[in-house]
């Protein structure tokens, strides 16, 4: 089992950037698949980002390729997601999420989770 507290996060302007982190106070994400979620006010928890357990492969909502980068240090036991040019549409609380998994599909749905983080919110201002 893991325990993930995320760090990061907070208000920024539109086109700026920022980072979010994920770590484990209790365990080691090496054979967890992990991804990104976001919910937006009024709305439902969507995928982000998902990275297998190697941190070899992603994959991206449409949403936020090419601006959004999930990458992993497993020495450190930590998941980051590095946010560019970001605009006010990409205000939400964020989550990390792990799953016990260390094959190559991409889970993106909520219920293939079963490690959450507590939450960031990310505020960005037009």
């Known amino acids: 089992q893991v325990q993930l507290v995320q760090s990061g996060g907070g208000l920024v302007q539109a086109g700026g950037s920022l980072r979010l982190s994920c770590a484990t106070s209790?365990?080691?994400?090496?054979?967890?698949?992990m991804a990104w979620f976001r919910r937006a006010p009024g709305k439902e928890r969507d995928f982000v980002a998902h990275?297998?357990?190697?941190?070899?492969?992603?994959y991206y909502a449409d949403s936020v390729k090419g601006r959004f980068i999930v990458s992993r240090d497993n020495a450190k036991n930590t998941l980051y997601l590095q946010m560019n040019s970001l605009s006010p549409e990409d205000t939400a609380v964020y989550y990390c999420?792990?799953?016990?998994?260390?094959?190559?599909?991409?889970?993106?749905?909520?219920?293939?989770?079963?490690?959450w983080g507590q939450g960031t919110q990310v505020t960005v201002s037009s």
């Open positions: 999420a792990a799953v016990d998994y260390t094959g190559s599909y991409f889970y993106t749905r909520v219920a293939d989770y079963d490690y």
């Open positions: 209790r365990g080691t994400i090496s054979n967890y698949a």
């Open positions: 990275i297998t357990w190697s941190g070899e492969n992603t």
